[in-house]
């Protein structure tokens, strides 16, 4: 492969990637690698950060290299879209995976999950069905408004309507955990009968 005229820039101290012209293989060297990219991105001594920028450089060979692996990987490993030197899964390390915990961090957003989870564990457990049709998003939407923020403290669960069908969009009641208690009490005694009689009592709800 002819890669690599150009020159690692004197001064830093990528100072084993002297193997200029060097056939390079798939396993290059950290150090050879490091200075590779910095060869590709054209950065100098005077720009400490390789990262900043990323210029137009063609990936060669149907390879690009992933500064996490610190190798070239073939361009199926990388995902699609604007060109970053980080391959699919370490993206999925650095950014995916953390903004799922940043989100796990707000309190609406934590809501929502555990909201979800006990729904779907109540559609397995108590009422016998394979899955549930809600999205997480359309948690979110049914809550009343500041209902994450914990204005009111009363812990909240979500119950299909029509314990028959599916949790969905449209079937779908939030309740407190103790109508959630009372109204699986009901299910379990009396199916879906007792259960909508029991759901009945709450009055106007939705
Ligand atoms: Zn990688």
């Given at each position: 492969m002819r890669r690599r005229e150009c020159a690692v820039t004197p001064g830093r101290d990528t100072n084993d990637a002297v193997d200029d012209g060097a056939s390079k293989t798939l396993q290059t060297p950290p150090g050879a690698a490091a200075a590779e990219l910095q060869c590709q991105l054209g950065g100098t001594g005077a720009s400490p950060s390789p990262y900043a920028t990323l210029g137009p450089v063609p990936d060669l060979d149907n390879r690009r290299f992933c500064r996490a692996c610190e190798t070239t990987l073939p361009l199926e490993a990388f995902p699609p879209g604007t060109r970053r030197y980080l391959c699919r899964r370490h993206a999925w390390l650095r950014v995916k995976k953390p903004s799922k915990e940043r989100a796990l961090a707000d309190p609406l957003r934590r809501l929502v999950d555990r909201l979800w989870k006990r729904g779907w564990d109540d559609a397995q457990t108590a009422f016998g069905h394979p899955r549930v049709a809600l999205r997480q998003a359309d948690i979110a939407g049914l809550?009343?408004?500041?209902?994450?923020?914990?204005?009111?403290d009363k812990p909240l669960a979500i119950v299909p309507a029509d314990p028959i069908q599916l949790l969905s969009n449209e079937n779908v009641v939030v309740v407190g955990m103790d109508v959630r208690r009372r109204l699986l009490r009901a299910y379990r005694a009396g199916g879906a009968n007792m259960y909508l009689a029991e759901l009945g009592k709450l009055g106007r709800f939705g």
């Open positions: 809550l009343p408004e500041g209902g994450g923020g914990g204005g009111g």
